[in-house]
């Protein structure tokens, strides 16, 4: 660690509560501790933060995959049903091996093989409007990496409601986008859909490896950034990408006064 | 393309498991049949090529070459995404080769415990329709860029540096290639134990290759030839850099005149 690099003494006094790193860790996450920005009180930051993931699938699959190699202290992955053959081409945390298996069972093996020190906590159901506030209850950040409105509603006013980030991704084909919603200063995912786009079902949505990956490492980096303060985050700024021809496009989104979700907040 | 596996229809296993992809537009049974009658180099298997052949094993090509030197460091867990907590110590190439089997038994894996070197280069490529360089040092990018050429073959090239990655695809003959980008190696691209770099830098650059290479290999879409992408995920600001061959690189200039290559389309102004 280069001592220009280290963040100031200030920073870290008053992050004193964060919990420390072992040496292995110090060894683990040694490439990153030097990245600009993120410094060794970023890494506690992480390891002193925890993450709702609502579906691990090919989106949240590699949120948390990313997550958990970065040092994130504890997860929470909400994902119904079991490991099917056709998850197997999106579906990073799934094995073949795992074919039968609950889905989270058989994530939450995986990560505690990828990295031992995280807590993941499993849920065997979707997010919806019953169980979101729950699922929500301790999280710094939310997740949304699930294919349906009813859903990505549910995370959205759950993270309206207890005022945290929510990074919100979705995909279709080769088609995708992600933002970061943090209600006063960016719009809600009711903000920029109020309401679900009526061509939005996604429960046969075709999909590719390399799409899903791509934009859930750019979502898994969105949290990063919201957690440590590295980086700008996709604040009013909803990134779409389609693959097919490599084209990326940058969004201004905006609030409205009269959302039905975030409108009374300002 | 002549392996025996891409005259046979897909089992009803791939039929299955590949079912959410054969529903793109444009990429169908077809697509996947060439997949699963191809064969890709990766060079290095760490963040880059580690998530570049991961991709490709999911996606179902028939084999992989994988050539990576040297056993999982501790440091490079943060971002090997096929290296777990215990496999520190163990050579990189069978680590990841035992987690391609694990995710599909359908793609052929060969490891290869060494780097890409001027002795095994020539034989490396040889085995592949394609070459994805996810190596750090352009010693090695140069001599599978020579290589690439030599054989008519594209290489799809993806780098890193903290936030900041790239991917562009040469083809031979009709794009100009890593000299004509890099025509020595960068002055500050020296010491490769110490760049900064956290998960998602290498994935997304790994994740952006693997979907070159099945561009490539099926035909379907759009491929990065003649650009050069590249992305920040700091701001998440991306372009596309447009790049010309250079009239009097010294590799690829000299190697489309004297290996004229059925495909190739004369390099445009």
Not at chain 1, 74 to 79: E, F, I, Q, T
Not at chain 2, 20 to 47: H, N, P, Y
Request: glycine fraction near 10%; aromatic fraction near 4%; hydrophobic fraction near 45%.
């Amino acid at each position: 660690m280069k001592a220009q690099l280290r963040p100031d003494a200030a920073d870290i006094a008053d992050h004193g509560g964060l919990p420390g790193l072992t040496p292995f860790e110090m060894s683990m996450y040694a490439r990153q501790i030097s990245l600009p920005g993120l410094g060794e009180v970023g890494q506690r930051r992480l390891k002193g933060a925890s993450v709702l993931v609502s579906r691990a699938g090919g989106l949240g699959g590699t949120v948390a995959l990313q997550l958990a190699k970065a040092g994130i202290g504890r997860l929470v992955l909400a994902h119904d049903g079991v490991v099917e053959a056709e998850n197997l081409n999106r579906m990073l945390l799934a094995m073949r091996a795992d074919l039968g298996r609950v889905r989270v069972e058989a994530f939450q093996e995986t990560l505690a093989m990828v990295n031992p020190s995280v807590e993941v906590v499993i849920e065997a159901n979707n997010a919806d409007s019953a169980n979101v506030l729950g699922l929500a209850a301790g999280a710094d950040v939310i997740v949304d990496a699930a294919p349906l409105f009813a859903e990505r509603y549910a995370l959205n006013e759950a993270a309206v409601a207890l005022r945290r980030p929510l990074v919100t991704a979705a995909m279709f084909g080769l088609e995708g986008y992600v933002t970061t919603v943090d209600v006063p200063g960016t719009p809600c995912l009711a903000c920029i859909y109020p309401t679900a786009p009526p061509d939005w079902d996604l429960r046969c949505f075709p999909v590719v490896l390399p799409s899903s990956a791509l934009l859930g490492t750019v979502a898994a980096m969105e949290v990063i950034k919201v957690l440590t303060g590295c980086g700008t985050p996709l604040h009013n700024t909803l990134l779409y990408c389609d693959l097919t021809e490599c084209s990326f496009r940058r969004l201004s989104v905006a609030r409205r006064a009269d959302c039905r979700v975030c409108g009374r907040n300002v | 393309m002549s392996d025996p596996r891409a005259a046979g229809p897909l089992s009803d296993e791939e039929l299955e498991r590949y079912e959410r992809q054969l529903r793109l537009e444009g990429f169908g049974l077809g697509a996947q049949r060439r997949l699963r009658s191809s064969t890709a180099l990766v060079s290095r298997v760490g963040g880059v090529g580690g998530s570049a052949a991961m991709q490709l094993a999911r996606a179902g090509i028939g084999r992989l070459v994988l050539a990576h030197g040297g056993p999982v460091h501790r440091e490079y867990l943060n971002r090997m995404q096929l290296a777990m907590h215990e496999d520190v110590g163990r050579p990189c190439s069978e680590v990841v080769a035992e987690r391609l089997r694990a995710i599909n038994p359908h793609t052929e894996i060969v490891a290869v415990g060494e780097n890409v070197c001027e002795a095994n280069v020539a034989a490396l490529v040889e085995e592949a329709d394609v070459i994805v360089d996810g190596a750090p040092l352009f010693e090695e990018r140069y001599l599978m860029n020579a290589e690439s050429l030599a054989q008519g073959k594209p290489m799809i090239s993806g780098a890193m540096y903290a936030t900041d990655g790239y991917v562009t695809t040469f083809i031979p003959g009709q794009t100009g290639c890593l000299r004509c980008l890099f025509a020595d190696r960068p002055p500050d691209w020296t010491n490769i134990r110490v760049f900064p770099a956290i998960g998602p830098g290498p994935a997304i650059v790994g994740a952006m290759a693997a979907m070159e290479a099945i561009k490539l290999l099926t035909g379907f879409g759009t491929p990065l030839a003649g650009r050069l992408w590249t992305f920040d995920l700091a701001d998440n600001l991306t372009r596309a850099l447009r790049i010309e061959p250079s009239a009097d690189c010294p590799v690829c200039a000299t190697a489309v005149a004297d290996h004229p290559h059925p495909q190739a389309v004369p390099h445009p102004r």
